[in-house]
């Protein structure tokens, strides 16, 4: 069997994927902000944003976390409803950030009809996964590295 992987190498690579994340969060909000203005936005930046967004995550950032979480509720069962609440983070924001990416696609995006609800949809989003984010490396990560 292979050499285990410690617990700190695993955390290390997860608050790298978080800085990635917050980079392109920030990137994203600028071209959002862009819109406010009445400017256009790089449409093809967000799609592209938004498909790491959605596809790495669900692919490979999230099952790690899940795999820290599922040790974190047998070890630490007094911290069971946050990592439950984390868990069902993963799904919510996953479920935003695809209704997120499919207004994007849509082929009018850039109508007076849509600027609105793209502008609350995209703020909402990075919203939710900034704070998701900051919950696992001030509670969930710290207590893993425990």
């Given at each position: 069997?292979g050499?285990?992987?410690r617990?700190?190498a ?5 608050d790298?994927?978080?800085a ?10 600028s071209?959002?902000?862009a ?5 256009t936005p ?6 592209d944003?938004m ?19 599922a ?17 069902d983070?993963h799904?919510?924001?996953e ?24 502008v609350t ?20 990560f ?5």
């Amino acid at each position: 069997m292979g050499t285990p992987i410690r617990m700190s190498a695993v955390v290390a690579e997860l608050d790298r994927d978080h800085a990635n994340v917050a980079c392109l969060l920030d990137l994203l909000e600028s071209e959002i902000l862009a819109i406010e203005v009445g400017k256009t936005p790089d449409y093809v930046l967000m799609q592209d944003i938004m498909r790491y967004l959605t596809q790495y995550s669900g692919r490979f950032h999230h099952p790690k976390e899940d795999i820290i979480f599922a040790i974190l509720l047998k070890r630490a069962p007094a911290a069971r409803a946050d990592i439950e609440d984390l868990l069902d983070e993963h799904v919510s924001i996953e479920h935003c950030g695809q209704q997120f990416d499919g207004l994007l696609r849509t082929p009018d995006i850039n109508s007076i009809r849509l600027r609105s609800q793209f502008v609350t949809m995209g703020f909402a989003y990075i919203q939710a996964l900034r704070e998701h984010m900051h919950k696992e490396e001030k509670n969930a990560f710290p207590l893993a590295m425990q």
